[in-house]
C-alpha cells in the first residue's frame, strides 16, 4: 500500500467517516477513494489529492510527503508521554505478536511520542499508534 493510502487511511479512521463519505465531501466519483486504498489507482491526479486533503482538513504535502508523519519536536521532555508511549508500543507488539528490531521499536515509540506532543491531549493516540505500527506489518 502506498504512502499516500495509508495515510488517507488513518485520516479516514481518525475522523470516524467512510470511504464513501470521503468521495461524497471531496466531490469525488464514486470508488475513486476505494480505488487509491486498494491500489487500483496507483498514481491519483493532483485534483483527487487536493480534494482529499480539503475534505480531511490535512495540508497537501501531508498526503505526498515521504517524510516522516510526525517531525521531531523541540518541546521540552516528557518523560512520563515517552513511558506512556513506549508502554503503549509495547502493548501493541505484544497483542500482535509483532518483534521488531530494536530500531524499529525506537522509530515506532519516537513517532508515537512525538505525535502525542502534537496533540491537544498530551498523551499516547492508540489508534495512531495501531495504524503506525500495523502498516509496516500487514
Same mark, same amino acid.
Given at each position: 500500500?502506498?504512502?499516500?493510502?495509508?495515510?488517507?487511511?488513518?485520516?479516514?479512521?481518525?475522523?470516524?467517516?467512510?470511504?464513501?463519505?470521503?468521495?461524497?465531501?471531496?466531490?469525488?466519483?464514486?470508488?475513486?477513494?476505494?480505488?487509491?486504498?486498494?491500489?487500483?489507482?496507483?498514481?491519483?491526479?493532483?485534483?483527487?489529492?487536493?480534494?482529499?486533503?480539503?475534505?480531511? @482538513?490535512?495540508?497537501?504535502?501531508?498526503?505526498?510527503?515521504?517524510?516522516?508523519?510526525?517531525?521531531?519536536?523541540?518541546?521540552?521532555?516528557?518523560?512520563?508521554?515517552?513511558?506512556?508511549?513506549?508502554?503503549?508500543?509495547?502493548?501493541?507488539?505484544? @497483542?500482535?505478536?509483532?518483534?521488531?528490531?530494536?530500531?524499529?521499536?525506537?522509530?515506532?515509540?519516537?513517532?508515537?511520542?512525538?505525535?502525542?506532543?502534537?496533540?491537544?491531549?498530551?498523551?499516547?493516540?492508540?489508534?495512531?499508534?495501531?495504524?503506525?505500527?500495523?502498516?509496516?506489518?500487514?
Amino acid at each position: 500500500m502506498s504512502k499516500v493510502a495509508q495515510l488517507i487511511r488513518f485520516k479516514i479512521k481518525e475522523k470516524g467517516i467512510s470511504t464513501h463519505a470521503l468521495e461524497k465531501l471531496a466531490g469525488l466519483k464514486p470508488s475513486s477513494i476505494h480505488n487509491i486504498l486498494q491500489g487500483k489507482s496507483k498514481n491519483p491526479t493532483l485534483h483527487t489529492l487536493q480534494a482529499i486533503s480539503l475534505a480531511l @482538513e490535512c495540508p497537501l504535502d501531508e498526503l505526498v510527503d515521504q517524510k516522516p508523519l510526525v517531525k521531531a519536536s523541540s518541546q521540552p521532555w516528557h518523560a512520563a508521554l515517552f513511558t506512556q508511549a513506549t508502554e503503549l508500543a509495547n502493548t501493541i507488539f505484544t @497483542e500482535k505478536k509483532l518483534t521488531p528490531t530494536k530500531k524499529q521499536a525506537m522509530n515506532y515509540i519516537e513517532e508515537i511520542y512525538n505525535y502525542a506532543l502534537l496533540s491537544k491531549t498530551m498523551k499516547a493516540d492508540k489508534t495512531f499508534a495501531e495504524w503506525l505500527i500495523t502498516k509496516q506489518w500487514f
